[in-house]
């Protein structure tokens, strides 16, 4: 095991930030006396019950809180979270990260709080980076062909370096732990919320891949989250929203939903994040899964033999919300539920009673007190086995070197590989090749990327928007290419049934909206709005392969 602050010494020696650093550990070490320190030489177990039997009611209850805050900036109020009350994890979202850069400071000024703190525990930094749809991590960060276009390939190399490239990247910017992969079933075709998300339809294949996509991340240096468990593929509905409630019996449950989840969790995979879910069909309640101990403990601990960390998805979800009644209403019930870490979007006021009525209960109740040392332990040896293998994601994210290594300078030949293979033939009635020559070609697309791949590969062709402009020109050309992604392309793509015989429709999205226009000839189908995935869709259409994806959805056609 390296001692921790050799190795920040030897990854950015001659940087005066870094000798900051170096000198608030040292500082800060030394004023604490007797207490022990994470980085202590120390074995894990004795090292994390010594810290544990010295922590305050405060401290413990601190790890087992995740929180993020709006703005680019870290917020004063989540600054003072981890400044005072040694907050054990942090979360970036969408919101924060426009400019790589200042993800990296935000994080670097995160973990130095952290480190000044009494035990000098690092910070847990998560995100959604799952690629394709959902991409938290904006700015310079790759955007990838996602899940669905891995389930089209059907290849686990595909799923192992879209791990790798992803969570390269987000090493570089000193985020630790990915709340990716999706694992749930793609099996209601209605679904928006997870669509293009998931694998398939396929448990074992879905559970293949995800295994793959934990190893690649593994081997970056990344730890990863396998959700929603159980598993949030068999609905239409958004716990965003509303709490979705899923009508299928145990037997299902075992033979497809949980079927992913424990090839992820033989293949050690260290974190699952559980979803505000019902199955009153299973527990005879509308108890979310987010709060069912018989979903956490005797399903996911006991059945399922998991020992990782379970996380719940954002408390302030209406899933979570509406059931529990309020926010510190929602802590306590996840907490007893067996949740190891509980996650909100938003940072709480400092006297907000999510924490005084959590620590409330703590003192009135021994066993609440039990459960939250419990996931407080759990926390800090995960910590503790994490931090200290040579594997791990610096704390302190090299600024310095973001430009090189974001985007990933290898990733852009891996995803255009990886979109080519994904692009699958819906259908072939018609031809649905173009020559490089024609000049009687016209490109709809709502996405400003798709345009200007088409228009790349067939510099003649006409460009156009989805709207009713495109209506009153589309018969003056002899084909169209019609990029159909979502309810409203469907609407317009509807009021071309005339000219069906000259449409060529790429799906770029979800490919079930295909079905409501079974007179369409010609399609293919490439997942997500990558631009490596259009580029791939014009390939295609100009001949330079034959694709070969496979359709990872039942009765599509």
Not at 155 to 179: H, K, M, Q, T, V
Not at 207 to 232: D, E, N
Not at 243 to 252: L, Q, V
Not at 328 to 350: D, K, M, Q, W, Y
């Amino acid at each position: 095991m390296r001692n921790k602050l050799n190795r920040i010494i030897l990854v950015a020696a001659g940087s005066a930030a870094t000798f900051l650093i170096i000198a608030l550990l040292l500082s800060t070490a030394a004023a604490r006396g007797s207490d022990p320190n994470f980085w202590d030489p120390v074995p894990t177990d004795e090292l994390a019950e010594s810290i544990i039997s010295r922590m305050t009611d405060e401290e413990k209850l601190a790890q087992v809180l995740m929180f993020g805050w709006a703005g680019m900036d870290p917020s004063p109020q989540v600054v003072a979270w981890v400044e005072r009350r040694s907050l054990g994890s942090i979360k970036v979202f969408g919101w924060n990260t426009d400019d790589t850069f200042k993800v990296a400071e935000a994080i670097t000024l995160l973990q130095e709080k952290a480190a000044s703190n009494r035990f000098g525990i690092p910070l847990f930094v998560a995100t959604d980076q799952e690629g394709g749809l959902i991409r938290h991590v904006k700015g310079r960060t790759s955007q990838t062909p996602g899940n669905l276009a891995i389930g089209a390939s059907g290849l686990s190399s595909d799923a192992w370096f879209s791990g790798y490239y992803i969570s390269r990247e987000l090493a570089a910017l000193g985020i630790n732990l990915n709340f990716a992969p999706t694992v749930d079933l793609y099996t209601d075709h209605n679904s928006t919320v997870i669509g293009t998300r998931s694998f398939g339809e396929d448990p074992e294949g879905a559970g293949i891949l995800g295994a793959a996509f934990v190893s690649g991340s593994k081997a970056a240096g990344v730890l990863t989250t396998a959700k929603h468990f159980p598993g949030h593929g068999h609905t239409g509905l958004d716990s965003h929203g509303s709490t979705p409630i899923i009508f299928i019996d145990e037997e299902t449950l075992f033979q497809r939903e949980l079927v992913p989840f424990k090839r992820l969790i033989d293949a050690g995979v260290p974190a699952i994040m559980g979803g505000h879910l019902c199955f009153p069909n299973i527990t005879g309640s509308r108890t979310p899964a987010t709060f069912s101990s018989f979903f956490l403990k005797d399903v996911l601990r006991e059945k399922m033999g998991f020992t990782g960390l379970i996380i719940t998805d954002d408390i302030m979800m209406n899933g979570a919300t509406h059931y529990a009644g309020s926010v510190s209403r929602v802590v306590e019930l996840a907490i007893e539920a067996g949740n190891n870490i509980v996650e909100s979007s938003t940072t709480p006021h400092f006297s907000d009673s999510l924490w005084a009525n959590t620590l409330k209960t703590m003192r009135e109740s021994p066993d609440f007190k039990d459960k939250v040392t419990d996931s407080a332990r759990r926390v800090l040896l995960a910590k503790i086995d994490y931090f200290k293998d040579d594997n791990s994601v610096y704390i302190f994210p090299e600024i310095t070197k973001i430009e090189a290594r974001v985007p990933d300078p290898d990733a852009a030949h891996f995803f255009q590989s990886q979109a080519v293979r994904s692009v699958t033939v819906i259908r072939d009635r018609t031809p649905s090749r173009i020559e490089a020559s024609s000049k009687s070609v016209l490109i709809a697309s709502q996405f400003p990327a798709f345009l200007d791949a088409g228009r790349k590969r067939f510099p003649n062709a006409e460009i156009v928007g989805v709207n009713d402009y495109l209506l009153r020109i589309a018969g003056n050309y002899d084909t169209i290419v019609f990029c159909l992604s979502g309810a409203q392309s469907l609407s317009t793509l509807q009021n071309l049934h005339h000219l069906k015989d000259r449409i060529i429709v790429v799906s770029a999205m979800s490919p079930v909206f295909l079905s409501a226009v079974p007179w369409v000839n010609s399609a293919i189908a490439v997942y997500s709005y990558s631009p490596w995935s259009f580029t791939a869709a014009f390939g295609a259409l100009a001949g330079d392969f034959t694709p070969g994806g496979t359709l990872p959805l039942k009765d599509i056609e």
